[in-house]
């Protein structure tokens, strides 16, 4: 096809999802004249399967999103109908905040943000090559001969890269939602020397609201105290009109139906060659493991204020369309209802994530960035939080600054890239609590208080922010200052308040942050006795005040843990070691250091197969500078 220069930009960010959005917007944000290229304006920030966003580990991902300065919360905080706080009966580090979201005004509201963002050119357009000059990007080549420039591209492709919608025996190319594909991006990134996999997801049917029978469910309506994504929302604005989920099962002759169609089940027949999300699998591979459970839980869950489509949760499903009726029409409360859309399964082109950076910039090639679910995730969050660190990281490289490498004792977001750089992934990643080691440190909470300074050191967050966190910084202190100082005193009304918690008496004053520290008393009952703070304090200070007197001894014992795992992050592996020259390694670690080329000792030692003796060898290599590099035109 013949090509035509177009403009010139600082920064191209291919794909309008969600990491493309926080990508683009990053970008725009610190200053770069940013082109964020989509296959179509109407998808803009879609969510084609679950309308909703948070939940455990995810929740926390958005908030951190915010404290960088990202835009997720903010945009789920203005259009949602829904918010609930999940596991509120268990600890901090695994409360969770979820939104179930409208999800046109979702689009409409990200879009709006995009097309009004001063430096950020929104377009339509399919971007089908790479322009790479001297093993650096240079700009992309669209489907029309369009050839755009820049000093750094963001990808993020998302499950259109050469995309297959499977129903039944039904097979046809296409990205989600019955969208056009991108198809020779994925086949240039091959030529350029990229390994590329098929990974496979998939979406429940949706179901028409106005022939639900809701009396046969049970109603979850939203939460009546207010909370939010986005730490500058304020609690005035929290919606008070809110929609109701219903839950419902399924049965005995739900799976009955399934097991009888099996043979035209998409997963089981060997149509789908993608793999396919272990934590959330489709109904009928559910039904298949897990053959002992007489029910499974459903959700349905309405998809926006101006529409009756409602999501049918945790019945993801490729099954033929007239199966799928059938399974619906099994189901209580759904015995009557009309299928609007079918569930489906879809393939999809992802890169191997070993082949990246911390940075989300790939070793193949310099200045290339990638985000989002073509690195491997799952879920509208993990994208997210993916693309505002490639955004980020493009314009630290062209600016000459250092790059931004958040440490898994950092954010989830850190754990998250270091689990895809490291280990890879062969099945579509996504983040649960138990991947975090300092998941104590890394609450939902106190996300703001971890990445804010940072977001603004970035550029991202606005000084007035920024003060109006340091306020709040400084009022946590101050409060726990002053519990350090006063005393409880062993007052009939103590003494009284104990009995009734069925504990011993005081025998003599504690201070305030010791009696605090008891698991019976929270920050109410305690100011009772000593009284409240000079200033009046708000809620969110309070909860942090309660949550580090009270888990003080295990945060303490996971800070001493990250001291520790520091002192390995400090050393440095040079680039591109040949690790066949390193004698005693054992033959499963030099085959993976070989492949993944780690960048500190610490993330060596998190690569699997590699043993702390194989660190040991390899620290004392580095530190006695007998390191040899691959030659420049190996693999």
């Given amino acids: 096809m013949k090509t035509y220069d177009s403009k010139s930009y600082d920064v ?61 919360g903010k945009n789920i905080d203005a259009t949602y109908i829904q918010m609930r706080m999940l596991n509120t009966g268990k600890g901090p580090a695994v409360r969770a905040l979820r939104a179930q979201a409208d999800k046109a005004q979702y689009h409409r509201t990200m879009k709006d943000t995009l097309e009004n963002e001063p430096n950020l050119t929104l377009r339509q357009g399919i971007a089908d090559a790479l322009v790479v000059e001297d093993g650096t990007c240079r700009g992309i080549v669209t489907n029309t001969g369009a ?10 492709a998302g499950t259109a890269s050469r995309g297959k919608i499977i129903i039944g025996e039904l097979m046809y190319s296409s990205g989600p939602n019955n969208s056009i594909p991108s198809i020779k991006l994925s086949e240039n990134l091959e030529t350029l020397g990229f390994k590329l996999r098929r990974f496979k997801t998939g979406t429940p049917p949706r179901v028409d609201g106005n022939t639900i029978d809701y009396s046969k469910t049970e109603e979850q309506p939203g939460d009546t105290t207010p909370n939010a994504f986005s730490f500058e929302t304020p609690d005035s604005a929290y919606l008070k009109d809110q929609l109701s989920c219903w839950m419902t099962y399924t049965n005995a002759t739900t799976h009955q139906i399934i097991r009888d169609n099996l043979d035209r089940a998409p ?68 015995e009557h209802a009309e299928m609007m859309r079918p569930g489906y399964a879809i393939e999809y082109d992802i890169i191997e994530p070993w082949q990246l950076k911390a940075t989300l910039e790939t070793k193949v090639i310099a200045n290339l960035y990638t985000a989002g679910q073509m690195n491997g995730t799952s879920g509208y969050e993990e994208a997210a939080g993916q693309g505002i660190v490639a955004g980020i990281n493009a314009v630290l490289r062209i600016t000459g600054k250092d790059p931004l490498i958040l440490k898994r004792s950092d954010a989830y977001i850190g754990v998250m890239i270091d689990d895809l750089v490291t280990k890879g992934t062969n099945e579509p990643y996504r983040l649960l609590t138990s991947r975090a080691e300092y998941r104590l440190l890394l609450r939902h909470d ?59 008496p005081l025998k003599d004053g504690v201070l305030a942050i010791d009696f605090l520290k008891r698991p019976e008393v929270n920050y109410a009952d305690l100011i009772s006795f000593v009284g409240p703070a000079p200033e009046p304090l708000d809620a969110r200070v309070i909860e942090q005040v309660e949550i580090q007197v009270k888990y003080e001894g295990y945060i303490r014992k996971e800070e001493a843990q990250i001291s520790r795992l520091k002192r390995m992050e400090a050393k440095k592996i040079p680039d591109r070691i040949d690790y066949d020259a390193i004698s005693g390694l054992a033959t499963e670690a030099r085959q993976k250091l070989q492949k993944i080329q780690p960048e500190t000792l610490a993330q060596a030692s998190r690569i699997s197969g590699v043993n702390p003796a194989d660190i040991g060898i390899l620290s004392v290599y580095i530190q006695q500078g007998k390191i040899a590099k691959i030659n420049s035109d190996a693999s």
Avoid: W
């Fill in 12 to 72: 191209i960010v291919v794909g309008a999802g969600h990491a493309g959005c926080e990508a683009a917007l990053a970008a725009a944000r610190m200053g770069q004249k940013t082109l964020l290229l989509t296959i179509n304006l109407d998808m803009v920030a879609f969510m084609p399967c679950n309308p909703s966003l948070g939940g455990p580990a995810k929740g926390t991902v958005v908030r951190e999103i915010d404290a960088l300065g990202g835009q997720m």
């Fill in 147 to 156: 050839r755009y420039l820049a000093k750094a591209v963001v990808l993020t």
């Fill in 267 to 334: 997963m089981f027949s060997g149509v789908i060659k993608g793999v396919g999300p272990r934590y959330c699998p489709s109904i009928e591979d559910k039904i298949v493991r897990f053959a002992d459970k007489p029910r499974h839980q459903l959700f349905l869950e309405p998809e926006g204020r101006d529409t009756e489509e409602y999501y049918v949760g945790d019945f993801s499903t490729s099954m033929p369309e007239e199966v799928q009726q059938k399974m619906i029409h099994s189901i209580a409360g759904l």
């Fill in 446 to 504: 106190n996300a703001d208080l971890r990445l804010t300074p940072l977001g603004h050191e970035l550029g991202l967050i606005s000084d007035a922010r920024y003060q109006k966190f340091l306020a709040k910084k400084a009022a946590i202190e101050s409060e726990l200052d002053r519990l350090n100082t006063v005393r409880v005193k062993p007052t009939p009304a103590v003494q009284d308040f104990l009995a009734a918690k069925n504990v011993a």
